[in-house]
């Protein structure tokens, strides 16, 4: 999930309540790659967090440092490692995502393993079952949530549905992310595909575009300065009341305000929603293997999986894993969020993008 990370940073820098451990990785001298036999090394996109003392916990139980190396957003990190295979920077990569498997898969990027305990995930999240070349590691959806203040204060309600955002009502309110850049705007699109089909999404684009959305490069930008219902948002004096994120905004806005409200000031928009899981693998070439192997087994642990939802703003995979209460209070159930066959991504993903890109970036 894209730049999850930045909810803390804002809120750190706006003197909130800021997170226990959003850092990256504990000291060690090994290499890249995991060149040190007692170090493994991930490659993640930049919004990897966890808890200080379950990572010490994996650290003390397994006998291995964890080294992280944080590569950008998610499509800059898996065109990255592509462009590394053979020679991997690391031995675990961690954050490629179904919009983005198959580019991945195809490349050759993984070594097969089943991770211990992959009997607790679900067959719906296992899109790689039978060959194991990735371990699934979390879920979430890609949502447009909206800034519930402006919505109250103008008397409007905020849309609900995909066409809902086309409407002269919501005229000038909506930003995105770039879809041939950003994983959230990239999964936007691809919701879209998923609601008007091949032959009908372009069509919606010309009218969101004529509805003057706003695109912007990354969630970043998006979220913490053009949204008016973030922190951060609100401080940079953004004006777009609707934004590309996701259905986990609503607790973390809330988790980090102080004092806790009782209600998150932003809501979701569920009509507008694409289910998005990631992965982690097992990198060819990998330098450590034996240690590669023992972190995707513990990224599937329970423990670290009830860590997920407070660090990452993700919801875990595992069956037997439960997200915190704080977490949870906050949460935005999404009922049916429109999926896609990662092969059906595969097929049409540069061509729509590249059709996207012609539409909006004229």
Known sequence: MSNKKAYAAVAVGLGLVALSACGSSSSGDGG???????????????????????????????????????????????????????????DVFFGVDNTLLSRALDNGLFTSYEAKGI?????????????????????????????????????????????DLARPAYRNLLVTEDASTSSPGLGFLLGSAARYGDDGWQAYWKKLTANGVKVVSGWDQAYNEEFSGSAGGRKAGGDRPLVVSYASSPPAEAIYADPQPRTSPVGVATGTCFRQTEFAGLLDGAKNEKGGKALLDFLISKEFQ????????????????????????????????????????ADHRDDWVKAWTSLVRK
């Not at 890249?32 to 967090?49: E, I, K, M, Y």
């Not at 607790?120 to 039978?130: A, C, H, Q, S």
């Not at 590691?137 to 609900?160: M, S």
């Open 32 to 90: 890249a790659g995991g060149g040190d036999s007692r170090t493994v090394t991930l490659v993640s996109h930049d919004s990897w967090a966890v808890s200080k003392k379950v990572l010490k916990d994996f650290e003390k139980k397994s006998g291995y440092r964890v080294k992280v190396v944080e590569d950008g957003d998610a499509g800059q990190a898996v065109n990255k490692a592509i462009l590394t295979k053979g020679n991997p920077l690391g």
């Open 119 to 163: 009997d607790r995930i679900p067959d719906r999240y296992r899109l790689d079952r039978g060959k194991n070349r990735v371990t699934p590691v979390d879920t979430g959806d890609i949502c447009v949530n909206y800034d519930k203040k402006y919505f109250a204060d103008h008397k409007l309600a905020p849309p609900a549905t995909f066409a």
């Open 306 to 345: 009830e860590d997920m939802p407070l660090n990452m703003f993700v919801d875990p995979v595992a069956e037997d894993a439960v997200a915190p209460a704080e977490y949870t209070k906050y949460a935005v159930a999404v009922d049916k969020p429109q999926t896609m066959d990662p092969r059906d991504i």
